[in-house]
C-alpha cells in the first residue's frame, strides 16, 4: 500500500494558507478577500482532517472541527456578503479603499 | 508510484496552481470558478484521507451554497476586468515579503518538529469517517456543539436580513 508523509500535506496547506494571506494583503475588491479568507480556511481544514488521520486514526475529532469550522463559514460568508451589498448600496464600489469613513 | 500517490501529487497541483489562478486573474467571475476548482480539489483530499462524508459536504457547503452566493453577488453588482481596482505595486511587494516569510518560519517548523517528520499512515483505508460513525459520535459527544452552531446560524440568519434591508 502506498504511503504519503504527513509533512507532504502539510506543505500543501501550508502553500495553500499563504496564497491566501497574499490575496488577502494584495487585492482591494471586497468578494476577492473574502475569497482569500475562505481559501485559509479550507487550508486550516486539510490541517485537522490530516492530524486526525495520521495522529488520531480511530478518533473522529478533526473532522469535527472541520464541520463545525465549514458550518461558521458558512454564518461568516452569508454575513459578510450583507455588509458588502449594503457598503455597495452607499458607497455604489466594493473597494476597501473607498470606505474611510471610520478611519481616524 | 501507486495510484494513491498519483492522485495525491495531481490533486496537490491542481489545488495550488488554481489557488493561485484565483488571485492571478482580474476577473472576479473567474475567480470564483478557479476557487470551486479548489474546493474540488480539497474534496479529493479529504477522500484520500478517509473522510468521506467531509468530501461531499465541502462539495456541497463550498462548491454549492458559499460560492453560488458570491456568483450571485458579482452579478448582481456587475463587477469585472474594469472595475477592478489597481493595485499598488509596493502592496504586492510587501504581501509577497510577509506571505513568503511566514510561509518559510512555517515549513522550517514542520521539518523540525520531530514527532511528525516521517509519520505515515494508509491511505484510503478506513472507513472511520462514514456517515455511520459519525453520527454516532456527533449526537452523543458532540452534541452540544452542535446544538450552539444552529443557535450560531439563527443569529447568523436574522444578522444578514437586518443587515441587508433597506433603510
Known amino acids: 500500500m502506498s504511503e504519503i508523509p504527513l509533512t507532504h500535506i502539510l506543505f500543501v496547506s501550508t502553500a495553500l494558507f499563504f496564497i491566501g494571506m497574499y490575496g488577502l494583503f494584495t487585492r482591494r475588491n471586497m468578494i476577492t478577500m473574502l475569497m482569500a479568507v475562505e481559501l485559509m480556511l479550507n487550508s486550516v481544514n486539510i490541517n485537522f482532517v490530516a492530524f486526525n488521520k495520521y495522529l488520531f486514526p480511530e478518533n473522529l475529532d478533526g473532522v469535527f472541527f472541520t464541520i463545525f469550522i465549514i458550518t461558521i463559514a458558512a454564518a461568516e460568508a452569508a454575513v459578510a456578503i450583507a455588509i458588502i451589498i449594503n457598503l455597495y448600496r452607499s458607497h455604489h464600489s466594493i473597494d476597501v479603499e473607498d470606505a474611510t469613513e471610520m478611519k481616524w | ?167
Open chain 2, 1 to 167: 508510484m501507486s495510484t494513491s500517490e498519483i492522485l495525491f501529487w495531481f490533486l496537490s497541483v491542481l489545488a495550488l496552481f488554481s489557488a493561485i489562478m484565483v488571485l492571478v486573474s482580474k476577473n472576479p467571475i473567474h475567480s470564483v470558478l478557479w476557487l470551486i476548482v479548489v474546493f474540488f480539489a480539497i474534496s479529493g483530499h479529504y477522500l484520500l484521507l478517509n473522510a468521506q462524508f467531509l468530501a461531499i459536504v465541502n462539495i456541497i457547503v463550498y462548491a454549492g451554497a458559499i460560492m453560488v452566493l458570491f456568483l450571485f453577488v458579482i452579478m448582481l453588482m456587475n463587477l469585472n476586468k474594469e472595475t477592478e481596482p489597481s493595485r499598488n505595486i509596493w502592496m504586492k511587494f510587501s504581501g509577497v515579503i510577509s506571505g513568503g516569510l511566514l510561509l518559510w518560519i512555517f515549513v522550517s517548523a514542520t521539518r523540525s518538529a520531530g514527532e511528525i517528520v516521517g509519520k505515515t499512515a494508509m491511505i484510503k483505508e478506513g472507513s472511520i469517517g462514514l456517515i455511520e460513525n459519525l453520527g454516532k459520535v456527533l449526537f452523543t459527544q458532540y452534541a452540544l456543539p452542535f446544538e450552539i452552531s444552529s443557535v450560531l446560524f439563527l443569529s447568523a440568519m436574522v444578522g444578514a436580513v437586518v443587515i441587508g434591508k433597506k433603510q
